[in-house]
């Protein structure tokens, strides 16, 4: 629902805004006039601020979201491939079912986040260094006033090209976005954010900056009478850990939507950089409400990003929907892939109707499937098939058999799972998930602040109990580490329950 009536706003100020003269934004000359920008000028993010939010989205997993850069993709860009079997499995990609569209829309929504971060990082920049000097005081937006130059512009396009976008695709997205008066225009004079700066006195984090603007880029935002802030960056001083959230609610004929979402970016110093994305999306009206979360984790494959050719990336996609009967429908996509292509497995489980989908998949650079198999477990009958052939000559780099993260350390839990309140208690026996705190922190009260997350499945239908735990933290926070169950409640509230299992390093 919320991607309806943003594309509703975004066609409508495509088509007002599409008669333009030709587009010369991409001739020689104007490429090498980006390039010596970029090239002769530094960042106009201050130093302190952390330059980046994210690692960078392979383009195989992401499309523009819509206007100027919807429109230049490839014309022979297609949803599928052309099979002529029709059985499970092309009925399932017919049907657009595929991990590589989760994918898809998992990036999207990375994007729809961070699509304007260095706008705002620039414009925090503007008054920062006076809401530094008065930590926890509110600066009204307006304190600081910050004029668009060439180089900020191409600051901005290069942070929507590290999003998975060509530089064409990136220059029609800008265009969009400066025509829906989200990015500012060159010689544009914007008002800095109404923003407080805080400092942290906890090990996840040092610096905290809470921010939000107008609806208008040009007009002043007040500081909010409720000290509820649009957006937040939490960050670590040597930028080794980035966190940044935002809030976004929407009401309209009578459903309401809201999407809290964040990104939580480690660079550790010789780890491959990794992004970790958390969204909770409930959906009300008429009496029912639908609840939704997603987490998104993905990884560089090389510990130099210099050297991560082709925004080559480890992924692991899930997520959890609550339809309004109570039942779990949970999706899970694992694999590797980058602008080139690649090789993804999905599961999709249903235990409320009883039916499970085990997929298969290799695509190319446009996403277009390129291998397709279906093992089918449920009603009224199980089923197997595939399309295609599986190129391992192609697509061998991309194949595991598990995926894993680079952490700092490994852990397991003490009591086998299901046990010690995980995978226990009424709702919770087919699908639980957990994040791990740092002792003596609440989730309830700094949900940001877990040094872990993980997610148990029971399989009814093919395979029984599964389980897997992500720990972020470092080696000496495993022993006093605590567990705490993560859930949503009917109002859509996220709750967290502290459970008697404990985790130790493997």
Not at 44 to 50: A, D, F, R, S
Not at 288 to 316: G, H, I, P, Q
Not at 412 to 440: K, N, R, S, W
Request: contains cysteine.
């Amino acid at each position: 629902m919320k991607h309806f009536f943003l594309l509703l706003i975004v066609l409508f100020m495509t088509f007002e805004g599409c008669k333009k003269e030709k587009d010369e934004s991409n001739t020689l000359s104007a490429l090498a006039t980006r390039f010596f920008i970029r090239t002769l000028f530094s960042s106009n993010i201050n130093t302190e601020l952390p330059s980046n939010l994210s690692v960078a989205v392979p383009r195989s997993i992401r499309k523009p979201s819509s206007g100027l850069g919807a429109s230049l993709i490839r014309q022979n860009r297609s949803s599928k491939m052309a099979f002529t079997n029709k059985g499970i499995a092309q009925d399932t990609l017919d049907y657009g079912f595929t991990g590589q569209n989760f994918l898809t829309e998992g990036t999207s929504i990375v994007a729809e986040i961070l699509r304007d971060s260095k706008k705002d990082l620039v414009l925090i920049s503007g008054s920062y260094a006076i809401a530094k000097a008065s930590p926890g005081v509110c600066i009204p937006g307006g304190t600081g006033t910050v004029r668009i130059t060439q180089s900020m512009e191409e600051e901005f396009l290069e942070g929507i090209e590290r999003l998975g976008l060509s530089p064409e695709e990136a220059r029609g997205e800008l265009v969009s976005l400066q025509n829906e008066g989200i990015l500012p225009f060159t010689g544009q004079s914007v008002p800095t954010p109404a923003m407080v700066y805080k400092r942290l006195s906890n090990d996840e984090y040092d610096v905290e900056v809470e921010y939000s603007f107008a609806d208008a880029i040009g007009t002043p935002q007040p500081c909010p009478s409720n000290n509820k802030f649009q957006k937040a960056i939490k960050f670590k001083t040597d930028k080794s850990k980035v966190f940044s959230s935002i809030n976004r609610s929407l009401k309209v004929f009578g459903i309401s939507l809201s999407v809290e979402a964040s990104i939580t970016y480690i660079t550790q110093a010789g780890k491959k950089d990794k992004a970790i994305l958390n969204i909770k999306q409930v959906t009300s009206g008429s009496g029912n409400t639908d609840k939704s979360t997603t987490r998104f984790t993905f990884e560089e494959c090389e510990k130099d990003t210099s050297a991560n050719s082709n925004n080559c990336v480890t992924l692991n996609y899930s997520n959890v929907y609550d339809d309004p009967a109570g039942n779990k429908i949970t999706t899970s996509v694992k694999g590797r892939t980058n602008d080139l292509g690649g090789y993804v497995l999905t599961e999709y489980i249903d235990n409320g109707n009883n039916y499970e989908y085990y997929l298969t998949e290799t695509y190319d650079p446009n996403g277009d499937i390129t291998y397709f198999a279906v093992d089918y477990y449920g009603a009224p009958a199980d089923d197997f098939e595939e399309l295609g052939v599986l190129d391992t000559g192609l697509y061998g780099e991309f194949i595991e058999t598990t995926y894993t993260f680079e952490w700092d350390a490994y852990v397991d839990f003490t009591t086998a799972l299901p046990g010690g309140g995980i995978g226990q208690g009424a709702g919770f026996t087919e699908y639980d998930a957990y994040v791990i705190m740092p002792a003596g922190v609440d989730p309830n009260v700094y949900p940001d602040e877990f040094i872990g997350w993980g997610e148990f499945y029971n399989n009814v239908n093919s395979g029984g109990p599964v389980y897997y735990v992500d720990f972020y933290g470092t080696a000496n926070q495993i022993p006093s580490a605590v567990v705490w169950r993560y859930a949503i409640d009917t109002n859509g509230n996220e709750v967290y329950t502290i459970r008697a299992n404990t985790v130790v390093q493997i």
